[in-house]
């Protein structure tokens, strides 16, 4: 069984701030992990994704995440906030083998402060 | 990537009647899937539709309460039956796509209210 356990339902930062946002996993093989982003009233976005390959990934809008198998975790961050940033983030985990079903995290609410 | 659409993109129902979403693709894709975000939630997904065999549903949905088509390889429908206030939620469509099935693409949602 495989699931995301996403730190923090509200995070609020400053704009200019440091973001990070949580996820801890748990899976019994290797996993891929998701982070998504959804604005208000659309649907999800994917911002990045780890398949494996580097441990750093880079996504859209300066966000990254490092995977970490010593403390299974795939946090989110990005240097500097923007007001655009306001959203919700989800953490999502999957594995490799075809198509395998994607199990999403509770979401956290960025809100971005001026 | 794929682009979708979702028909309507919000809806207000009266309790006991039933909506049918539609969901658009503009490229055939194999698997479609209908998630459920109530609100404040993360998403639950509901079923999974494959073109030409039955939709395959999650542990907690039923095929009477939640039906769903799949005609051709961009399009697909879900319906909400006999609803109730607790079926408000935001109903979402996705596809995967890319190499391994590993990205999948959102539909904006379909927001629904019922009275």
């Known amino acids: 069984a495989q699931s995301v356990t996403q730190l923090g339902s509200h995070v609020s930062v400053s704009e200019g701030a440091l973001v990070l946002l949580r996820c801890n996993y748990s899976s019994s093989v290797p996993p891929y992990l998701f982070w998504y982003v959804q604005y208000p009233n659309q649907g999800l976005q994917l911002l990045l994704k780890y398949t494996s390959a580097a441990t750093l990934v880079k996504g859209i809008n300066d966000f990254e995440a490092e995977f970490k198998k010593s403390e299974t975790s795939f946090h989110l961050t990005k240097p500097s906030a923007h007001m655009s940033d306001a959203a919700e983030y989800f953490c999502?985990?999957?594995?490799?083998?075809?198509?395998?079903?994607?199990?999403f995290g509770t979401g956290t609410k960025l809100q971005v402060i001026p | 990537s794929a682009v979708i659409s979702q028909k309507p993109s919000r809806d207000i129902c009266q309790r006991g009647t039933s909506l049918t979403i539609q969901c658009q693709v503009d490229?055939?894709?194999?698997?479609m899937f209908w998630y459920r975000q109530q609100p404040g939630q993360s998403l639950t997904l509901i079923a999974t539709?494959?073109?030409?065999?039955?939709?395959?549903?999650e542990s907690g949905f039923v095929i009477d309460k939640f039906p769903i088509s799949r005609p051709n390889l961009t399009f697909s429908t879900l319906t909400v039956s006999n609803m109730s206030p607790e079926d408000s939620s935001i109903y979402l469509c996705s596809v995967v796509s890319g190499q391994g099935y590993n990205e999948q693409f959102f539909g904006p949602g379909t927001r629904l209210t019922v009275l």
């Open positions: 999502a985990v999957s594995y490799s083998g075809g198509y395998q079903k994607v199990t």
């Open positions: 490229s055939q894709v194999t698997m």
């Open positions: 539709a494959n073109q030409g065999s039955e939709a395959t549903y």
